[in-house]
């Protein structure tokens, strides 16, 4: 009876972990299912360059102005989901949530979007002073008066805001 309870734990894993795949989900709303790959430039190091291996064998350069999501599971970014910014960029979503906060690729840029919008540059930490960072997520809030009001306690710090923004998501979350 063990053995059996545990074949079919097994088998339920199994089955769950191939339901996921790698995926490009392009601006004209193609998706393409296949091995997804960042690409290297040795011209061009800090450029960020993703490529997939559809599942007919075809390598296909994936530029940022014709891409909308990739969901990456393995790779350098690990299990991810990598979204397109000013068709330029590749962002790293880092939060999820109603408000979704994105990491540029190698840099230490954040961008952000709030329920369906666009994502924005709106950075916080790094370079900010913490009254700049405080000042530009604090509109955010502003639907909240209770997470505002904590908020508003708190130093504009890169970490408080994410603790900030993953509380607001989570009251969210909630209803």
Do not use: C
Request: zero cysteines; glycine letters at 6%; hydrophobic letters at 35%.
């Amino acid at each position: 009876m063990k053995k059996a309870i545990l074949f079919l734990n097994l088998l339920i894993f199994t089955i769950s972990i191939a339901q996921e795949r790698e995926y490009v989900i392009t601006k004209k709303k193609d998706t393409i299912y296949g091995k997804v790959t960042r690409a290297t430039s040795l011209l061009n190091a800090p450029k960020v360059k993703f490529k997939i291996k559809d599942l007919n064998g075809h390598k296909i350069i994936l530029k940022p102005a014709d891409v909308e999501t990739i969901k990456s599971l393995k790779g350098v970014d690990g299990k991810s989901i990598i979204r397109t910014v000013y068709d330029d960029w590749y962002v790293k979503q880092i939060i999820d949530g109603r408000i979704k906060v994105y990491q540029l690729l190698d840099g230490v840029i954040f961008y952000m979007s709030k329920d369906s919008s666009k994502i924005r540059l709106n950075d916080f930490g790094g370079f900010n002073s913490r009254k700049e960072s405080h000042a530009r997520i604090r509109p955010l809030f502003s639907d909240n008066p209770t997470i505002l009001k904590e908020f508003d306690s708190l130093v504009g710090t890169e970490k408080n805001i994410k603790y900030m923004i993953k509380k607001y998501n989570s009251f969210y979350n909630k209803y």
